[in-house]
């Protein structure tokens, strides 16, 4: 979808003051930071380059060499601040930070507090907009907030929601969110050898890990581990009654599509066994669409289970 004038005139008024404190930086990094392709980074650019104080001469234009993939700004005229937040976007943020806070430890929710303060200083009536939250904050994030601080892992016990089984592992947290009113970490799973996400509630305990067990259990820079049904992909129908499917793996969900029945899903490589058995513990709520042979795995041990019965 194509942006608009105003998208793109406000985005160019954020770039001369963000390039100001980031002389020299690569056109690929300020795609990423901006969220756009190289290829929009360099018209911004060029646009830029045009823009200066009446008079229009090269003597009041704004100065910028983006040479050889690398910007720098030695005169921005007058586009040397960073643009204001409007109303809206301040109240915005002012909300997601009431939420941010509810389900975070004390000392980083003492530092969102001295934010909002800041923020709400720039709104010219006091902010109308209170979040009232009932999420309570687990003891267990201030060791995760701790460990993603000081990049070390963490010793935890963890109960199954599909096992109902505890279950000791080491992971490396990376990002807290909230989802839905609960709480999750994204982490590194040694055990599983892959990207996991999991629900704080059901941290039963944690433990900070040394540093050179800490290094030990870090996602490697590249992931080379064959996965069965790598070639052929994972594509699931996740009904609505299975949605929490969706918001606990995170981690691994590629692509979702959603309709008035459910939702689409393309899953990252992932193994397998676990896979099969998540599928089974949501007693039919899930269908696979391929690959075929996963198909097939899943219809013979649901054979074998429900032998087991008989």
């Known amino acids: 979808m194509s942006e608009s004038a ?34 929009q980074i360099n018209e911004d650019l060029v646009l830029i380059h045009m823009c200066g104080l009446p008079g229009y001469t090269p003597l009041e234009l704004i100065e ?3 040479e050889d993939g690398y910007v720098t700004v030695s005169d921005p005229q007058s586009l040397n601040r960073p643009r ?43 902010n109308p907009y209170v979040v009232v939250s009932d999420l309570v904050a687990n003891p267990m994030i201030a060791d995760l907030e701790e460990a993603i601080s000081k990049s070390r892992g963490l010793q935890i016990t963890y109960l199954s929601a599909h096992r109902d089984a505890k279950t000791e592992r080491r992971i490396f947290p990376s990002e807290i969110f909230t989802t839905n009113r609960e709480v999750y970490v994204n982490a590194w799973c040694e055990s599983s050898q892959a990207d996991r996400t999991f ?9 900070l890990l040394s540093d050179a067990d800490s290094v030990a259990i870090k996602k ?40 008035e029945n459910g939702f689409a899903v393309d899953l990252e490589n992932i193994e397998s066994e676990w896979l099969i058995r998540t599928i089974l513990g949501y007693g039919g709520a899930i269908r696979v669409i391929e690959p075929e042979q996963l198909v097939g795995a ?13």
């Open 298 to 310: 899943i219809a013979t041990r649901a054979t074998e289970i429900y032998a087991k019965y008989l």
């Open 84 to 126: 204001k937040m409007t109303r809206n976007e301040l109240t915005s943020i002012l909300v997601a930070l009431d939420l941010m806070k509810a389900g975070r430890a004390g000392e980083i929710s003492e530092v969102i507090m001295n934010l909002e303060s800041k923020l709400i200083k720039n709104l010219k009536v006091d």
């Open 199 to 207: 629900r704080v509630d059901r941290i039963l305990e944690c433990s």
């Open 64 to 66: 910028m060499y983006y």
């Open 6 to 39: 105003l998208d793109r005139t406000a985005r160019a008024l954020d770039l001369v003051p963000y390039l100001l404190e980031h002389q020299g930086i690569s056109i690929s990094e300020l795609a990423m930071v901006f969220g756009v392709t190289e290829k």
């Open 220 to 259: 490697p820079l590249a992931q080379t581990t064959h996965h069965e049904h790598n070639e052929a992909g994972i594509k699931l129908f996740v009904s609505q009654s299975a949605r929490s499917f969706i918001e606990e793996n995170r981690a691994i969900v590629s692509d979702v599509r959603a309709d």
